[in-house]
């Protein structure tokens, strides 16, 4: 099964230390050879980002930085995991090396699902495509 975790944190005003560099880039690695790590990214600073939002018809944008926001998504993994107990593992695993932080983990919808005709948004089964 695969998940998406996403990883939230108080924004930092510095970048990671060689240190931080290099375990994170072992860790990785090592997850990466058992199969368990199938993509990750980081993101750049809030300041750099926008929000977009739609509420009852009007879509407003905000730039960044988020101030008012404790905690912002830093990064994010996609991951292989047998259950999910076993990706709450790897993500324990992940916040070892990470330090403080929260992971929020979705398994993502994969191929059967959506050929079964379950629509990913609303888990209700949809009309089937081409009639």
């Not at 931080?20 to 990750?40: V, W």
């Amino acid at each position: 099964m695969r998940y998406l975790s996403i990883y939230k944190a108080v924004e930092r005003n510095t970048p990671p230390t060689q240190e931080e560099m290099a375990a994170m880039g072992a860790f990785m690695e090592e997850m990466i050879a058992k199969g368990a790590l199938l993509s990750t990214e980081g993101c750049l600073p809030s300041a750099l980002g926008v929000r977009v939002r739609r509420d009852g018809g009007k879509v407003t944008v905000t730039d960044g930085p988020f101030t008012e926001s404790k905690e912002l998504v830093a990064g994010f993994a996609i991951l292989e995991a047998e259950s999910k107990e076993h990706v709450v593992e790897l993500t324990r695993q992940f916040l070892a090396v990470c330090g403080d932080g929260e992971c929020e983990v979705r398994q993502i919808y994969e191929a059967p699902a959506l050929e079964s005709g379950l629509h990913p948004c609303t888990d209700t089964v949809a009309a089937p495509q081409g009639t």
